[in-house]
């Protein structure tokens, strides 16, 4: 339970630039398949959403209780839900539903593109933490 909690302490400890962007995730990529689990690929999502929380908690704490590089490495749940959503944005289903399989696709593009670089470093050998910040006595510090 400490490295959960140490988990969630992370969170004050990431980058200004990177918060809204993780906000951003949240918004659409939690609560928007919550908001249309009637159709499928957004249950799709949502499911993948919790293995992507799992892939994040484990990768975590094998990596010493920090938050590096390869922390979005989970996200590779999301290609199943993807490729159904990028398939419903020119569906006749419901233009709302449609409205948030374009915005979930796009964020999901962007997330990956960038999670692809972050891997590629961290295998290169940059396995430094993400976190700024820390004070040199908090459990996070390097």
Known sequence: MESFRLMMEAGDFIPGHVKPWLYWL?????????????????RYLFVAQIFNSITAYVV????????SKLFGVGHF???????????????????????????ATITMVVSLVLDVRDTALWISGDRASVLVDVPDDHPLAD
Do not use: C
């Open 77 to 103: 749940f999301w290609l199943v839900p993807l490729w159904f959503l990028a398939n419903d944005i020119r569906s006749d289903k419901w233009v709302v539903y449609r409205g948030f399989a374009l915005v």
């Open 26 to 42: 949240q918004l659409v990529l939690f609560l928007g398949p919550v908001l249309f689990l009637k159709y499928v690929p957004a």
């Open 60 to 67: 975590f704490v094998v990596e010493g209780n920090t938050v």
